[in-house]
């Protein structure tokens, strides 16, 4: 069974939009907390936006207001908007899940044991 499942990226010039999705199927959010990541080449992962499982949401203070995260419960769905793209947002995205009752820090990729596969964003220049 597929537990997360990443997609929406894709190739966009500078200051473009784009929105990814996490599927969710497994997952009841009320259990999890998602989290949507980042990895470029030769850099640490980084960690953009979350939500927890008691729905608070949070994007990291660097991005500046241009990310945000949503959910679709019906859905079982985790949104990214991206918005005024610059080409340091070229990476690979990620979602992942935490257990409630599994991690301590939402905001620490090390504390998630669930990852989707991966989408790739391209920002050009």
Known sequence: EV?????????????????LSCA?????FDDVAI??????????????????????TVCAASLKGRFTISSDNAKNTVYLQMN???????AVYYC???????????TDWTEYNYWGQGTQVTVSS
Not at 8 to 19: P, T
Not at 35 to 56: I, S
Not at 96 to 106: E, P, R, S
């Open 96 to 106: 992942a899940a935490a257990l409630a009752g599994d991690y301590d820090d939402y």
């Open 84 to 90: 005024s793209l610059i080409p340091e947002d070229t």
């Open 24 to 28: 969710a199927p497994a997952f009841g």
């Open 3 to 19: 537990q997360l499942q990443a997609s929406g990226g894709g190739s966009v010039q500078a200051g473009g939009s784009l929105r």
């Open 35 to 56: 989290g949507w990541f980042r990895q470029a080449p030769w850099k640490e992962r980084e960690g953009l936006c979350w939500r927890t499982n008691d729905a608070n």
